[in-house]
């Protein structure tokens, strides 16, 4: 009996499974004809008849939905599709205005923002929404109660630290009202910074400057973002479902401001953590989109549904100079970080599109003033060279006065890629340099903590922007920063970074920041190795998917099935 | 019999009150600390706040104290990893899908594994015989973690017969039960036919051949009653272990259990979620430890625990 029944379960899946290998097959044969890639334009959305109707793979479970609390790039992503800032960016990464109705008026000094919003605006309960819901969020945020990790975006308006600082119940109140951040009327924000930043309009478009209703969320309590029924936005989507790490299903908000321009009715999340299986169930079409690495690549190398994303995050690695005082001297550290071939590594040991690194800020990554840093900035890491190396090493050990290292481990995550990428450097320093370092792969949480205890002689780390700025890459490596865990100085490097944070002419602040990066590279103080970009499968049926290299991880307002 | 309980209950008590004890204190020793990045990220002050909230700021014996309190109150704490989610919650909503797929693949064990251990003793040396065992072999010698992958991909991606993952009608079950009770079918088969043969030689069933009774009531009436009783001993020990040790399975066909959260809490220093799902777990273990000492006694009236009456 039960055979018979399991039988017949098969029976049907199968013919369903044939039904949907038809289905994908007249897709793949209307795709013949010439058209732009996944990431190509937006307004394609011809009205074919196709269903509006997305499945995706995602990662991870995003651990709550709270424009305040959130800190994963997963609840960065869902929360970009359920709720909406002032801006919105673009395939380009430009700001396109969202709530706002209009790019800001700024003004002559560059610190007050006066934007106004579109009229008629509701939230996806039909509630109003109005520029007090911007004033609420960002006094939520920086609230100490509420211990966002990422209220230090909000300190850019003038006033944040005083609210973050506050001791007692009427500081706080005192603070949040000199917050500067002002509904002047129902329909206008005006925003004032402590100084002038020219990436700032875009910065609107993150999350951490998303609006809040306050009656929904305090009536939420803790659970503010714990359940599909206690998030609430003003985004293209509404969360309908969410049953926690299995599915979250997203459906098209009609309430939305834009959603004539909304094209997906529909899009469901599986978490899919196992790869392998994601391959699976994307090449049985049961998925549009799946994540993917390594050796899972070489079958699709060189087809359209292969999509690399170049993010905003540089592998780089530190030498702890307490420890290890031979790694206080420059010649060293310039020494062991020559010996590596960062292009043998990318390419046969990443192999995910990432590449070696020129330096530590990224591509993609802005200047602060209009220009893509590592364009302006160049080249400034030292290059792969043997010869080179074995000769500074051996002036820089006598420099230091020792004969030889102490006992050397590399750490670094024990992912599948951290693993491989720790036995290539090893390997490295002992045929280049001769020098033995042992490898310790350890847990996230464990690798961390032990990083970020100086507890290390070299470590292998990973850092991702927080922001678009040059800024929040340099800023960790002033002396006593909690991220600065070699125990590197440099007054010239620090007086450069201090004074950019207070800069108000944007030119010389980025002419700051670029002389503040060449001292980091010229010092060996940290050694980039590579900028990272991970790869991903989507269906070419998927049309206007945009894959932001910092962030979200995706953008779903404009994608369209065809 | 009630004494006999009451006994227990106690001793199960004191067996959960020590796992508490020696997990919390063990993981106390991991290095690292709940809050990862974040703590990098926040001032000093909000991670004291943070901190208070969770009751580290205080010594570790007054964080046991309370957490031992808790726990005999029923509750777990709030996980680190989602803060909007209390442990109970995640128990509640993660462990439903290990259980069904814990039972389905038990189900599917036993009638599997006695039937080909059955076979076995029955045809005796015969090809029955080598190739039921065979087959028990494959199953101890191919861990699950090869399997399931190999069944997700050709089952499920290449012949495309059945889903190859994720949770949601009945032919999303058959595939990761059948990988999860392949160990098990093969530990059942080969404890069945041996319990078989040893009981085909005894007294009692020469008697009954002789008597002239037909082979099929020789083998229900008579070998079956007694060949089980070693099986459903270690049934109790199985079942915890099916549906606690559905990790490997759960990860590779996508299926919302608990065994993902447990690994997951151990790598991110979850301490509410680490000792709240060992507690979970250990009180499972010893409820069904519990249960089939119970159903021993039932099957077999010569071992029952009040003994004399």
């Known amino acids: 009996m039960k055979f018979k029944k399991i039988f017949t379960a098969a029976m049907a899946v199968t013919l369903a499974g044939t039904l949907l290998a038809a289905c994908g097959n007249n897709n793949n044969g209307a795709s013949s004809e010439p058209s732009g890639s996944a990431s190509g334009s937006a307004t394609t959305g011809s009205g074919t008849g196709s269903k509006q109707e997305m499945v995706m793979n995602y990662r991870a479970d995003p651990p709550a939905l709270d424009v305040s609390i959130a800190e994963s790039s997963a609840s960065f992503t869902i929360l970009g599709a359920v709720s909406e800032g002032l801006y919105r960016l673009d395939k380009d990464m430009n700001p396109q205005p969202a709530l706002a109705a209009e790019l800001p008026k700024i003004s002559d000094d560059g610190t007050v923002y006066t934007i106004k919003l579109r009229d008629g605006l509701v939230w996806a309960d039909g509630s109003p929404l109005t520029a007090k819901d911007f004033v609420y969020s960002y006094q939520r945020t920086l609230d100490p109660a509420t211990k966002a990790s990422y209220a230090f975006i909000l300190t850019w308006v003038k006033g944040g630290q005083?609210?973050?600082?506050?001791k007692d119940e009427a500081s706080l109140k005192a603070a949040k009202e000199a917050l500067g951040v002002k509904a002047i009327d129902d329909t206008t924000l005006e925003i004032t910074l402590e100084q002038p930043m020219a990436f700032f309009t875009g910065q609107l478009a993150f999350l951490n400057y998303y609006p809040q209703n306050e009656k929904f969320v305090s009536a939420q309590g803790d659970k503010s973002g714990a359940d599909a029924d206690k998030v609430l936005g003003a985004g293209p989507f509404v969360l309908t479902k969410w049953d926690h790490e299995q599915q979250l299903v997203l459906e098209k908000n009609p309430k939305y401001w834009d959603a004539a321009n909304v094209k997906l009715d529909k899009v469901t999340l599986n978490i899919v953590k196992d790869t392998a299986t994601g391959l699976?169930?994307?090449?049985?079409?049961?998925?549009?989109?799946?994540?993917?690495?390594?050796?899972?690549?070489?079958?699709?190398?060189?087809?359209?549904?292969?999509?690399?994303?170049?993010?905003?995050?540089?592998?780089?690695?530190?030498?702890?100079?307490?420890?290890?005082?031979a790694f206080a001297n420059v010649k060293v550290r310039q020494a062991l970080s020559m010996a590596i071939d960062r292009e043998g590594l990318v390419n046969t040991v990443l192999k995910n599109g990432?590449?070696?690194?020129?330096?530590?800020?990224?591509?993609?990554?802005?200047?602060?003033?209009?220009?893509?840093?590592r364009q302006v900035a160049g080249d400034t890491e030292v290059a792969f060279d043997v010869e080179k190396a074995k000769t500074l090493l051996a002036e820089g050990l006598k420099e230091a006065g020792v004969a030889s290292f102490p006992a050397l481990t590399v750490m670094g995550d024990d992912t599948e890629t951290g693993k491989k990428m720790l036995e290539f450097l090893v390997s490295q320093w002992k045929t280049n340099l001769g020098i033995d370092v042992a490898t310790e792969p350890l847990p996230h949480a464990t690798r961390l903590e032990k990083e970020l205890s100086k507890n290390y002689t070299i470590v292998s780390s990973l850092w991702g922007a927080d922001y678009n700025d040059p800024m929040t890459?340099?800023?960790?490596?002033?002396?006593?920063?909690?991220f600065n865990t070699q125990d590197w100085k440099n007054d010239q490097y620090d007086t450069l970074v201090k004074s950019a944070q207070k800069e108000l002419d944007v030119a010389k602040r980025a002419e700051s920041l670029k002389q503040a990066e060449k001292i980091l590279m010229d010092e060996a103080a940290i050694f980039p190795v590579y900028f990272r970009s991970s790869p991903f499968l989507v269906k070419e049926k998927v049309q206007g998917l945009i894959l932001p290299p910092y962030g979200p991880d995706f953008e779903l307002k404009w994608t369209s099935i065809k | 019999m009630l004494k006999y309980v009451l006994r227990r209950f106690i001793y199960m008590i004191i067996t959960l009150w020590v796992i508490i004890t020696a997990t919390f204190f063990l993981m106390k020793l991991l290095p690292g600390n709940p809050f990862g990045e974040m703590a990098a990220k926040l001032p000093p002050e909000n991670l004291a706040i943070l901190k208070a909230q969770y009751g580290l700021d205080k010594p570790e014996w007054q964080q046991y104290l309370k957490y031992l309190g808790n726990v005999a109150q029923g509750d777990l704490g709030v996980s680190y990893q989602f803060p909007t989610r209390t442990v109970i919650e995640v128990i509640k909503q993660s462990f439903p899908a290990s259980l069904e797929l814990g039972i389905e693949s038990l189900v599917v064990a036993i009638i599997i594994g006695l039937l080909l251990g059955i076979i076995a003793a029955l045809k005796h040396n015969k090809w029955q015989d080598y190739s039921s065992m065979f087959i028990a072999l494959v199953g101890i010698s191919v861990p699950s973690f090869v399997v399931a992958p190999l069944l997700s991909l050709y089952v499920g991606n290449k012949w495309g017969i059945l889903p190859p993952g994720l949770w949601e009608g009945p032919e999303h079950r058959i595939l990761p039960a059948l990988a999860l009770s392949l160990g098990t079918i093969a530990i059942l088969a080969r404890m069945m036919r041996a319990s078989m043969l040893e009981v085909s030689s005894l007294d009692y069933?020469?008697?009954a051949k002789s008597k002239g009774l037909a082979t099929s009531k020789i083998v229900t009436g008579h070998m079956l009653r007694n060949a089980?009783?070693?099986?459903?001993?270690?049934?109790?020990?199985?079942?915890?272990?099916?549906?606690?040790?559905t990790l490997v399975?759960?990860?590779?066909?996508?299926?919302?259990?608990?065994?993902?959260?447990?690994?997951?809490?151990?790598?991110?220093?979850?301490?509410?979620?680490?000792?709240?799902l060992t507690v979970f777990y250990a009180a499972i273990l010893i409820v069904v430890m519990f249960l089939t000492d119970i159903a021993y006694g039932l099957i077999d009236p010569r071992i029952r625990m009040s003994g004399r009456r």
């Open chain 1, 162 to 166: 005083a609210v973050q600082d506050a």
């Open chain 2, 228 to 245: 089980i009783l070693p099986i459903v001993t270690i049934l109790g020990p199985i079942a915890v272990n099916v549906i606690t040790g």
């Open chain 1, 354 to 373: 990432s590449v070696a690194s020129t330096g530590y800020v990224p591509n993609g990554n802005s200047d602060g003033n209009g220009a893509e840093f």
């Open chain 1, 280 to 325: 699976n169930l994307y090449e049985s079409n049961k998925t549009d989109y799946a994540d993917i690495k390594g050796d899972q690549m070489k079958p699709y190398e060189g087809k359209p549904e292969l999509v690399r994303k170049s993010e905003l995050v540089t592998g780089y690695l530190n030498f702890q100079q307490t420890k290890v005082p």
């Open chain 1, 473 to 482: 890459w340099l800023d960790m490596f002033i002396s006593g920063s909690s």
């Open chain 2, 249 to 276: 399975v759960e990860t590779v066909f996508v299926i919302p259990g608990l065994g993902y959260q447990f690994v997951s809490s151990i790598t991110t220093l979850d301490y509410t979620m680490i000792t709240g």
């Open chain 2, 205 to 207: 069933i020469k008697t």
